[in-house]
Each structure stands twice: as C-alpha cells, then as structure tokens.
C-alpha cells in the first residue's frame, strides 16, 4: 500500500458490517466516522480496522518521529516504529 500524505484533512470513513445487537441475526451496515488524520501527518504503513469495526489505528510520522494513534489516543514519539 502506497504513502497516503494529507494536503488537507483527510478523513477515515468505514463503510461495513459493526456488531449487531443479539436479537437481530443480520448485519448492521452504516458509514462512521472512524478517524481523522491532521495536516502534516504522513501515515507509511496500512491503516488497520478493529474486527468489530469501531477502531481505526495507524502510525503517524510528522516531521522525524513518528508515534502510534488509535482513535483519540497517541502514543509517545519515537524515531522508528
């Protein structure tokens, strides 16, 4: 999978299958915002889906340090993941 750069904020959308409740035998299909990744922010390797769907996680390199972001959350910055 080829380099994604963002020349403006590129946003991660899912369009799948996310767990359906347990009265319900089939799938529940909607389109969620999963991520967003800043200006500036180069993401090197594919970007990885939760199985329930509801997760996006991929490493972001800005700059000469990169770091791992799931959803919200971002990890410390090193020089190589």
Same mark, same amino acid.
């Given at each position: ?9 590129? +946003?991660?959308? !899912? ?11 089939? &799938?529940?299909?909607? /389109?969620?915002? !999963?991520?967003?990744?800043? /200006?500036? @922010?180069? @993401? $090197? @390797?594919?970007?990885?889906? +939760? ?12 700059? $000469? !340090?990169?770091?791992?972001? !799931?959803?919200?959350? /971002?990890?410390? &910055?090193?020089?190589?993941?």
């Amino acid at each position: 999978m080829g380099l994604i750069r963002s020349s403006a904020i590129l +946003s991660l959308a !899912l369009a799948g299958c996310v767990a359906a409740p347990a009265a319900r035998q089939d &799938p529940d299909f909607r /389109e969620r915002l !999963l991520a967003t990744i800043p /200006e500036g @922010v180069r @993401v $090197d @390797v594919p970007i990885a889906f +939760s199985r329930d769907g509801r997760h996006a996680a991929y490493v972001a390199r800005r700059g $000469d !340090l990169s770091r791992a972001v !799931l959803g919200a959350w /971002e990890g410390k &910055p090193y020089q190589v993941i």
